[in-house]
């Protein structure tokens, strides 16, 4: 029996030292494959790509929509997302359509996610949606580059703004690369999903 639970020890900490790498090696790839202040290529590049990204405002890529309160819906199957993540579910969608990035409006504004459509989202989380060609897949890990901290308006409870979030200074690039960044970030999340999510089947 002690053999048995010196294994699974052993298992608990093998899937935890695996995610923590990543999540490391996801923070140094976000520093480094998207470009720096003052500069117009990044530090690391898939093959092919040579051309300056662009600078551009932030609002050129997104819509930022407002959240709103949920009280007066039924229960349903739509899940209600606040600054914290899923918090129980509805029977009408803010959205539908599209999926969009979720990011704090008051509280938590430093921890974006991916929300996926049909969803709704209380009044302190803002939701943004892909203008154009622009890939939700590559703007999910640029938002993740950002130090919100840096646009917080507030001198109490952390806050951002529809005008903070729409003014920040980005570097955009092709929907192909965008794509191809998008995929291989998508890639490393589930790498570290997968990790988390054993380490945790085993505690339990």
């Not at 509280?107 to 996926?116: E, S």
């Not at 998008?182 to 570290?192: A, K, P, Q, R, T």
């Not at 999510?197 to 085993?202: D, E, G, T, V």
């Amino acid at each position: 029996l002690g053999d048995f639970f010196i294994s699974l020890d052993n298992l608990i900490t093998l899937h935890q030292r695996k995610y923590d790498a990543l999540k490391t090696m996801k923070k140094t790839l976000l520093s480094k494959m998207f470009p720096k202040d003052g500069e117009d290529v990044p530090e690391i590049r898939f093959k092919g790509f040579t051309d300056a990204w662009e600078q551009r405002k932030l609002g050129s890529a997104i819509i930022v929509r407002s959240g709103k309160d949920y009280k007066h819906l039924d229960e349903g199957d739509v899940p209600v997302y606040g600054t914290g993540g899923y918090m129980l579910s509805v029977s009408e969608a803010l959205e539908n359509t599209q999926d969009a990035i979720g990011i704090g409006r008051k509280g938590t504004i430093d921890k974006p996610f991916v929300l996926k459509a049909p969803f709704w989202t209380v009044d302190t989380l803002f939701y943004c949606i892909p203008k154009g060609n622009n890939s939700l897949g590559f703007l999910y890990p640029l938002f993740q580059s950002i130090n919100w901290k840096l646009y917080d308006e507030s001198t109490g409870v952390p806050s951002l703004s529809k005008t903070a979030i729409e003014g920040v200074t980005i570097n955009l690039t092709s929907k192909v690369e965008q794509y191809s960044i998008g995929e291989y970030f998508e890639s490393v999340d589930n790498l570290i999903t997968l990790h988390q999510r054993r380490s945790s089947r085993i505690i339990k």
